[in-house]
T-cell receptor, first 117, second 111 residues
């Protein structure tokens, strides 16, 4: 089944303790992206990747890192989490960039709810 | 990103039609999308429309696009309780590397 898999689904951690949220897709998609969803703010893009070893900042990259060593995986790393990073995180992938001029809809994972105390 | 605007809430009775409206900002967006988010789940692509189309019908879903007014709507015919969810409108942003999402319309379908 074609899917984007995120782990864990729920995570509670303390300020400053490094964590990684994993994301994997099995559709051979080149483009992957991380969004966070917050009440009243909608979805905001954190980072995206056009292909292996190619990553770039989205709208809200501060406090986050990503890596793209393999095509299928795009982990999100919080080196020193803070309470303002408490949020619902979504990984998404698509064949190419969403605005590439061809129909390239994003496929989303089921989300990771992170709480930082 | 640019603002994509949607009304926040809509309540309809089961069996009625629902219309969810959206205004977007980038006239160069090639595709416009509607996503559905059920509780505890990720966003699921519902339908999309190419910018040179005025209308697209897909079973109970009808998408209308008014490019002049940058207005997009999603009509759900014969709305069911299972349609209760949050619906997001999205356009590709100016960079082409992200989708700009509206804040979502929470649809409540009552029996």
């Amino acid at each position: 089944e074609a899917q984007v898999t995120q782990n864990p689904r729920y995570l509670i951690t303390v300020t400053g303790k490094k964590l990684t949220v994993t994301c994997s897709q099995n559709m051979n998609h080149e483009y992957m992206s991380w969004y966070r969803q917050d009440p009243g703010l909608g979805l905001r893009q954190i980072y995206y990747s056009m292909n292996v070893e190619v990553t770039d900042k989205g709208d809200v990259p501060e406090g986050y890192k990503v890596s793209r060593k393999e095509k299928r995986n795009f982990p999100l790393i919080l080196e020193s989490p803070s309470p303002n990073q408490t949020s619902l995180y979504f990984c998404a992938s698509s064949l190419g960039p969403p605005g590439a001029g061809r129909n390239s809809p994003l496929h989303f994972g089921n989300g990771t709810r992170l709480t930082v105390t | 990103g640019e603002d994509v605007e949607q009304s926040l809430f809509l309540s309809v009775r089961e069996g009625d039609s629902s219309v969810i409206n959206c205004t977007y900002t980038d006239s160069s967006s090639t595709y416009l999308y509607w996503y559905k988010q059920e509780p505890g789940a990720g966003l699921q692509l519902l339908t999309y429309i190419f910018s040179n189309m005025d209308m697209k019908q897909d079973q109970r879903l009808t998408v209308l696009l008014n490019k002049k007014d940058k207005h997009l709507s999603l009509r759900i015919a014969d709305t069911q309780t299972g349609d209760s969810a949050i619906y997001f409108c999205a356009e590709s942003d100016k960079s082409g590397y992200a989708l700009n999402f509206g804040k979502g319309t929470s649809l409540l379908v009552t029996p």
